[in-house]
């Protein structure tokens, strides 16, 4: 596994999935097109939009986000095109908006298909002219920003339910990226999985010699809703958690959420249970059924091995 390191943030090569998703990067870095960068949370859309302003021609002018998600729809269209002194109540001064800070530079729109509709006109309409209109401002502005979008949701279904314009979806989706979850690259889970772990015993002073078979095993078979973030923060809980030197099941299941399991790999395979079971039973037959034993290299007492195995047989 390689890491590209940009603008004080690193980039992590798990596979080569990541691998041909940079070069497509790379290329699109060199033109002055719309970007789409769509993918659930988690996935690195806003890495890769950092990625592609690095490696383009405008690496050192501003990069520049905003939130569409997370500004109230009334406050929306001062943020992105400023407003003149005395446009409104309360302008008591002029405002610089995003676009004009972005200027010579890149605009980052996360997660714009949450843009109230009405807004979406205006910016087609500054896609479109090259231009913006500050609030109260009497003269259009010309800019030259280069923009990029991000999305976890799918556009096309948005535009489908007419929450997004068609119009400006296609202008937006001049070079797209589609960054997949982290459950269809299970390579990638190993080598982020590995990854964490050294990060996190170093940072930590933890000694864990690393992740056992069936921990490997649970891992490439779970959801993962929250895709890398919720893996790097799994494997960290683990080894602030596990009293064993080796990774253990027990470590990493209670910190799972069975809920969002439902129609995934880890049915297909086994559910968290029967992949704990199997761990247990695995280990019972390497101790010759020694239950001191085998608690002692699960990391759990051995009443909890007498009842699991009890609810084992039970079930059976």
Known sequence: MNTISFHQRSMLIADSVMSNLLQVAKKAAQSKATVLVCGESGTGKELFARYIHEMSPRH?????????A????????????????????????????KFEKAKEG???LDEVTEMPIA??????????????????????IAINTRLI???????????????????????LNVLRIDCPPLRERPEAIKNFAQYFLNQNCEKYQKGKSGLSRSVLEL??????????????NVIER?????????????????????????????????????IEQKHIEETLKV????????????????????????QYHAVS
């Open 60 to 68: 050192e002018q501003s990069f520049v986000t905003i939130n569409c």
């Open 70 to 97: 997370a500004i109230p729809e009334g406050l929306m269209e001062a943020e992105l095109f400023g407003f003149e002194k005395g446009a409104f109540t309360g302008a008591w001064m002029q405002r610089i908006g």
């Open 106 to 108: 890149t605009l980052l």
């Open 119 to 140: 807004l979406q006109a205006k910016l087609l309409r500054v896609i479109q002219e090259g231009e913006i209109d500050r609030l109260g401002g009497k003269d259009p």
């Open 149 to 171: 979008a991000t999305s976890n949701r799918d556009p096309l279904q948005l535009v489908k339910e007419g929450c997004f314009r068609e119009d400006l979806f296609y202008r």
């Open 219 to 232: 891992l490439e078979n779970y959801h993962w809703p929250g895709n890398i973030r919720e893996l790097s």
């Open 238 to 274: 683990a080894v602030l958690l596990s009293d064993q030197v080796e990774i253990q099941p027990e470590a990493v299941i209670p910190l799972l959420n069975p809920e969002v399991s439902s129609g995934n790999r880890i049915e297909e395979t086994g559910s968290l249970a029967s």
């Open 287 to 310: 101790t010759n059924g020694n239950k001191t034993e085998a608690a002692k290299r699960l990391g759990i007492s051995v009443r909890t091995l007498r009842n699991k195995v009890r």
